[in-house]
């Protein structure tokens, strides 16, 4: 399977107990999520339903993120901000 690394950034980043990122081996981001919501519970699903998320850079859309990957990937987990 391949590795999904996850990237937590502020309100994720606090979620997931403080880890910057994680390595999941599994076959889709959306899968990924999955996993990182149960490993971290309810503070981190409740981050989950508003953050934007990027693959490698890019834009990840909810119906792309079940499709499975063949390589490594980087899901970057980015809830909202504030400031400007």
């Known amino acids: ?19 910057d990122e994680e ?28 953050c934007l998320y990027l693959q490698d850079g890019r834009a990840l859309r909810p119906e792309a993120a079940a499709a499975a990957v063949a390589g490594p990937v980087t899901i970057d987990v980015l809830p909202p901000f504030a400031g400007g």
């Open 1 to 19: 399977m391949p590795a999904i690394t996850l990237r937590y950034y502020a309100a994720a980043r606090a979620a997931a107990n403080g880890l």
């Open 23 to 50: 390595v999941i081996e599994t076959e889709s981001p959306a899968a990924a999520l999955r996993v990182s919501a149960r490993r971290h519970g309810e503070p981190m699903r409740r981050v989950q339903v508003v």
